[in-house]
């Protein structure tokens, strides 16, 4: 009777100890198998800056960003008025395989930026096709998407370059119904130690008008000044930024040289 009873403790004792392995075994597998699926982030921030009859207005703005497992990626900016209405400003849906990307959207746009940007030539290109190639990007505007995406309004095309340690984008765009062609560059990446300097530069060879704009940055301040070749310095603003317990706040000014005018604005955001 002893042996038996013996016999049956030591098939639990066994029987537990095989349960608790198996146990143990699943479990690290669930820990080393990831979780896949859309990762989502965003940005919200309150803009506040000035409008008519000397008065300050703000504005709220929603950034979300979806990206999927590294392939496909969203991305969606909303603005809600005064009023409480909302709005899609812009968006973009898009998918990179390796070194090639293509996006569908309204913030394709290749022409080199600046932060100021009053005097660059600002080529309209609402919904449209980018294709993405290492460096290089084409992108083809639609005249009016909903109706006939044969209809192509401008074509726009952008190669970046690293020249003597610096970051050098060349662009240019097309419009096939004005038949008007606008040239710009971008420089970034001149790091003075103190400051790093930048800037961009476009031609609208229609207008005959060369526009320009230098930045530099340096810590949390970011300043600019601009012009084009019959007015060398229109405007100078700079703007600096901080985060303080997760929020980022914002405080800048422009002055228009030309009409003496000083507009300040000011931001608070998060990021999610």
Do not use: C, H
Request: aromatic share 6%; net charge negative.
């Amino acid at each position: 009777m002893r042996t038996i009873v013996l016999a049956i403790v030591a098939a639990m004792a066994a029987t537990s100890a095989l349960a608790e392995t198996t146990t143990e075994t699943v479990t690290v597998t669930k820990a080393q198998t990831p979780v896949m699926g859309p990762v989502i982030s965003g940005e919200v921030s309150l803009d506040f800056a000035e409008t008519t009859n000397n008065n300050y207005g703000g504005t709220f703005n929603l950034d979300l960003g979806i990206d999927v497992d590294g392939l496909a990626t969203v991305d969606l900016d909303f603005a809600v008025d005064e009023n409480g209405n909302g709005s899609l400003d812009d968006w973009t849906v898009g998918t990179t395989v390796g070194a090639l990307g293509v996006a569908v959207g309204t913030d394709n746009g290749v022409m080199p930026g600046a932060e100021g940007e009053q005097t660059l030539a600002a080529p309209v290109m609402t919904e449209s096709l980018a294709v993405t190639a290492g460096a290089a990007t084409v992108a083809l505007g639609f005249t009016d998407w909903n109706t006939d995406i044969t209809d192509i309004s401008n074509v726009q095309g952008a190669y970046t370059m690293g020249v003597a340690g610096l970051d050098v984008t060349a662009a240019a765009d097309y419009n096939l119904d004005s038949e008007n062609t606008v040239l710009g560059a971008g420089v970034s990446g001149l790091d003075l130690g103190v400051a790093a300097l930048g800037g961009a530069m476009t031609y609208d060879v229609d207008a005959e008008v060369f526009g320009f704009e230098a930045v530099a940055t340096t810590g949390g301040l970011t300043a600019y000044l601009n012009g084009d070749d019959t007015d060398a310095l229109q405007n100078i603003g700079g703007e600096y930024t901080m985060g303080v317990a997760g929020a980022t706040f914002a405080a800048g000014a422009n002055y228009d040289t030309d009409a003496k005018d000083l507009t300040p604005t000011a931001s608070i955001s998060f990021n999610f």
